[in-house]
């Protein structure tokens, strides 16, 4: 069974940095491409980031661009989110994702494989 842990959600101030963590289990993670999702309170989900299976291609929202970095280390079945100056904006929960059909970027669908999430707060 397909399954991610998220971690290294915290509380941090604006401008301040983290870096998500996402441990994949189940599966060869380098099958598949890999994408960060997030979803704020009283908000749709947003796509954040995806990483091609080898880590070659990258693809950002716009939101995030210049901001945060996304990478991977197949060999320890993980991919990892970076985030820098962050904005209170940027408040949510944070989700790994896998496409529940394919090896490409997730859609961020009720199907694809989803982690539990981690809690990012931004805030004084």
């Known amino acids: 069974q397909l399954q991610f842990v998220e971690s290294g959600g915290a509380l941090v101030q604006p401008g301040g940095s983290l870096r998500l963590s996402c441990l994949a289990s189940?599966?060869?993670?380098?099958?598949?491409?890999i994408g960060w999702f997030r979803r704020a309170p009283g908000k749709e989900r947003e796509g954040v980031s995806c990483?091609?299976?080898?880590?070659?291609?990258?693809v950002y929202a716009a939101s995030v661009k210049g901001r945060f970095t996304i990478s991977r280390d197949n060999a320890k079945k993980t991919v990892y989110l970076q985030m820098n100056s962050l904005k209170p904006e940027d408040t949510a929960v944070y989700y790994c994702v896998a496409d529940g059909h394919g090896t490409g970027c997730p859609r961020g669908a009720a199907d694809d494989y989803w982690g539990q999430g981690t809690q990012v707060t931004v805030s004084l």
């Open positions: 189940g599966f060869t993670l380098d099958y598949r491409a």
């Open positions: 990483i091609s299976r080898d880590g070659g291609s990258t």
